[in-house]
């Protein structure tokens, strides 16, 4: 009788997703902070992880422009067209590497990694294949 695989499943999730969504296009600013508004530009969404010590998430942004100027940070317009594009890219370009994915949210996916002998190589090569894909 054949041995039964035991089920192994990982949660990919993205960083900072729509900060790095906007630097796709913009790679000069890939060691900028930056901060994502929300939709009219009201407050502060997400941040990139060197924007986070010096903005809190949902702070409104006409009583924070100083502050971002100040500290050099770069505040972009929501893209909603753009995060759901970068998504379906990120999640087709996991569904190549692993038998089955589950969409959780627009940057997280649960993988099912069942069978797979060295998650760790697994894991380096969809981080290097996320990181290159945009610009090819």
Not at 29 to 45: E, F, K, T
């Amino acid at each position: 009788m054949a041995k039964q695989l035991e089920p192994a499943f990982a949660l990919v999730d993205c960083n900072s997703f729509y900060a790095s969504c906007a630097r796709v296009f913009r790679p000069d600013l890939a060691r900028v902070p930056i901060v994502v508004l929300s939709n009219n530009d009201g407050c502060v969404n997400p941040r990139s992880y060197d924007a986070k010590p010096f903005v809190k998430m949902g702070e409104p942004y006409f009583q924070i422009r100083h502050k971002l100027k100040h500290h050099g940070i770069v505040p972009f317009s929501s893209n909603c067209a753009l995060y759901g594009d970068m998504s379906g890219r990120v999640i087709t370009l996991i569904e190549s590497m692993v038998s089955a994915v589950e969409a959780y949210s627009i940057d997280e996916v649960f993988a099912d990694l069942t069978g797979i002998s060295n998650l760790s190589a697994l894991g380096r090569r969809i981080r290097s294949q996320v990181l290159v894909f945009p610009s090819e």
